[in-house]
């Protein structure tokens, strides 16, 4: 035992003592040196990100973004105007096939279809044969199958007619935020697109130029939806007719 304790209370032993906590002591350094580079080189990245991400649009590209705007108000204006003489065309249509429709006795007007198995009300609703005597309604009448085609041209004109005053609201929410000082070009890339995917048939019918504005947004908005970024979208018209549609009143 004395030995033993001789030995290490021994000099040779606290200098062994001493290089292993030296030893812990560099590691250690060591492993905080490395843990400070990797959260500087970190930070340089943010701030590179950052700068890159904070690249001011220049006045020309915000005077060729205002250029597209003022083509998108031009189509919506007359995809408008066109709306406007489709819809009191169909309107005037739908008016004259009532007038030659049958008139029940309780005053609904109504439709047998071209079969003559089946009678509708003007507004979608079926009449029953315990309700009406079908041979009543003559072949002169206009059938069930001309106005309910009638009905479902106009309601999705009306649904047409939403679509571009919804077109016109991003539009000019659009202007307002690129009047604001300080819009970036990446800001500035993301609105393009997402004027681009909100953009009704419609409206784009009006635009015979489209096809050019389209490529100058194309690429953006794959990559903003490879990344998650969301966008504003716009409905697509449906014109699928129904055999018997439930119809609001004309």
Same mark, same amino acid.
């Given at each position: 035992m004395n030995q033993l304790s001789e030995h290490f209370g021994s000099p040779e032993s606290s200098r062994h003592s001493e290089w292993l906590r030296q030893q812990r002591?560099?590691?250690?350094?060591?492993?905080?040196?490395?843990?400070?580079?990797?959260?500087?080189?970190?930070?340089?990245?943010? +701030? !590179?990100?950052?700068?890159t991400t904070a690249v001011l649009a220049t006045e020309t590209e915000v005077a060729e973004f205002k250029d597209r705007l003022d083509i998108y108000d031009e189509a919506t204006v007359k995809a408008l105007m066109e709306n406007d003489q489709q819809l009191a065309l169909v309107r005037a249509q739908i008016e004259a096939l009532l007038s030659q429709a049958y008139v029940m006795e309780d005053g609904r007007r109504v439709f047998k279809t071209e079969d003559g198995m089946q009678v509708f009300d003007e507004f979608g609703t079926r009449v029953f044969a315990n309700e009406l005597d079908f041979d009543e309604i003559d072949a002169s009448r206009p059938t069930w199958e001309v106005f309910s085609a009638e009905i479902s041209l106009r309601n999705n004109l009306e649904t047409q007619?939403?679509? +571009? !005053?919804?077109?016109?609201?991003?539009?000019?929410t659009t202007r307002e935020k690129i009047s604001e000082a300080g819009i970036t070009a990446p800001e500035l890339k993301e609105l393009d697109a997402e004027l681009a995917e909100a953009l009704p048939p419609s409206v784009k019918a009006q635009m015979p130029g489209i096809e050019s504005l389209e490529n100058t947004t194309t690429q953006q908005a794959a990559f903003n939806a490879a990344s998650g970024v969301s966008m504003k979208s716009g409905k697509t018209l449906d014109v699928a007719v129904s055999a018997a549609p439930k119809i609001a009143p004309a």
């Open positions: 002591w560099f590691i250690k350094s060591r492993q905080q040196r490395e843990q400070r580079q990797e959260a500087s080189q970190r930070l340089d990245d943010e +701030i !590179l990100d950052a700068a007619r939403e679509q +571009i !005053l919804e077109f016109q609201e991003i539009v000019d």
